[in-house]
């Protein structure tokens, strides 16, 4: 599970980087039926086809790079997650720990927030990735609600990171989940 994390964060990267987009060309909201959840994209952003285990994927053209900043959306069932409560505490050390097996040397910064979404305090992850040519940064949000885990994660290159941490942080304040 560790390693396939890491594969899909890359995965995700790269599939922007090749997808078919369609643009926004003003703040939209759009729902993602399988997971009951709508987010708003917003302008400027657009909207490509995900690859498979994701729900949602986001890309937007950097200025200066041949990279797209993104952000992709994983939903997950867990049954019998609502069951077995954790605190942040504990959700931020098992992500720690998966990135200190699957990265070992190839990431660090790590650090970590939270942020309110749906009334709710949600952990936030921030860190680097060191790849030769692509140093990127990752954030990422995990929303959980009853045995569903909503997984997003914004990318971008270290050096434009700070232009769109905003863009990742309004995606994921405008979510709204349906029963």
């Known amino acids: 599970m560790k390693k396939s994390f890491i594969f899909w964060v890359v995965l995700s990267v790269l599939l922007v980087i090749c997808m078919n987009l369609q643009g926004i060309q003003q ?3 759009i729902t993602i039926p399988e997971g009951n959840v709508s987010v708003i994209i917003p302008e400027g952003w657009q909207r490509g086809v995900p690859s498979e285990g994701y729900s ?3 890309g937007k053209a950097e200025p200066d790079t041949n990279f797209r900043a993104n952000m992709s959306l994983m939903i997950t069932n867990i049954p019998g997650l609502s069951k077995q409560p954790f605190t942040l505490d504990q959700l931020f050390d098992s992500v720690k720990g998966n ?3 699957s990265f070992q040397s190839g990431y660090g910064n790590l650090t970590r927030s939270t942020m309110s979404v749906l009334d709710e305090e949600v952990l936030t992850t921030k860190y680097d990735i060191y790849r030769e040519g692509a140093d990127m940064t990752c954030k990422q949000y995990y929303i959980f609600d009853g045995d569903t885990r909503y997984l997003f994660t914004g990318v971008a290159s270290q050096k434009n990171f700070p232009n769109y941490e905003k863009d990742f942080d ?3 304040q405008s979510v709204i989940i349906t029963p």
Do not use: E, N
């Open 27 to 29: 703040d939209q909201r």
């Open 56 to 58: 949602l994927l986001l």
């Open 99 to 101: 990135l200190d097996k």
């Open 170 to 172: 309004s995606i994921v």
